[in-house]
């Protein structure tokens, strides 16, 4: 059974930073690209960003570019940092994941098979 651990969430000041990590456990399969998403209250589940399995090829979302990164491999642990925070990233962060095609990154929600539980990134103005 796959799962995806995630942590790393919590409260943080406007103009801050916070570093959440996926990991997966229980594997199925060699290779794994990842995503992160996120949804905030009263929104649809909005793409952040995705790695292949290798780390070498990342795409991030127009929201996001600039300031948050993405580092390690599908293969351990992948961690999203977050700098530069505003109160508009508040929302619940999830961790995706899929075996299918690993060599490319993927932005679309149906991209992915597996989901982490979430983990809630709330910024405070």
């Known amino acids: 059974q796959v799962q995806l651990v995630e942590s790393g969430g919590g409260l943080v000041r406007a103009g801050g930073s916070r570093r959440l990590s996926c990991a997966v456990s229980?594997?199925?399969?060699?290779?794994?690209?990842m995503a992160w998403f996120r949804q905030a209250p009263g929104k649809e589940r909005e793409f952040v960003v995705s790695i292949n399995w290798s780390g070498s090829s990342t795409v991030f979302g127009d929201s996001v570019k600039g300031r948050f990164t993405i580092s390690g491999t599908p293969a351990s642990t992948v961690s999203l940092q977050m700098n530069s925070l505003e109160p508009e990233d508040t929302a619940v962060y999830y961790c995706?994941?899929?075996?299918?095609?690993?060599?490319?990154?993927?932005?679309?929600?149906?991209?992915?098979?597996?989901w982490g539980q979430g983990t809630q990134v709330t910024v405070s103005s």
């Open positions: 995706a994941a899929t075996p299918q095609r690993p060599d490319l990154t993927k932005s679309n929600i149906g991209g992915y098979i597996y």
């Open positions: 229980g594997r199925v399969y060699s290779r794994y690209a």
